[in-house]
């Protein structure tokens, strides 16, 4: 599915975020430690190599909402950029950090003038966070 929203085009698709080509940077849907894991996390840190891992050390830890930028490394894209998003019934409010993972994502990459991006649902997966809720809270 492809949307043009204020001349952003918006696209969903299904498949392997870690080989996304064609794209600046990749959102990492990470762990407080920015540390391999299941899911998402764990696709980067893998198709990466061990150098993401190196660099993500004195990043750590981050809290829910917030975001950090690092190289892509072994990966097709030029960055990847690390949220944590909040655990569904536990960071509270849930709905305004998950709105600020996405929000500071996106000034993470404007500042480094990244015109592409490839975003996971955030906080879905093992974090509970009910897909049709967070859908709702990421094209606001």
Not at 22 to 51: C, F
Not at 119 to 139: C, M, R
């Amino acid at each position: 599915m492809k949307k043009l929203i204020s001349n952003v085009i918006l696209e969903c698709i299904k498949g392997d975020i870690a080989s996304q080509r064609d794209i600046i940077a990749v959102v990492n849907a990470a762990n407080s430690q920015l540390r391999t894991g299941g899911g998402v996390a764990g696709a980067l840190h893998r198709a990466a190599g061990p150098g993401l891992e190196k660099e993500c050390r004195p990043l750590a830890p981050i809290k829910p909402g917030e975001a950090v930028i690092t190289g892509g490394h072994n990966l097709p894209n030029r960055y990847v950029i690390h949220c944590l998003g909040p655990i569904y019934r536990v960071n509270r409010p849930e709905a305004e950090l998950l709105k600020n993972c996405y929000r500071n994502a996106l000034e993470i990459a404007e500042q480094n003038q990244i015109d592409s991006i490839a975003f996971p649902s955030i906080s879905t997966g093992a974090f509970g966070y009910p897909i049709e809720e967070a859908v709702k809270l990421t094209v606001l």
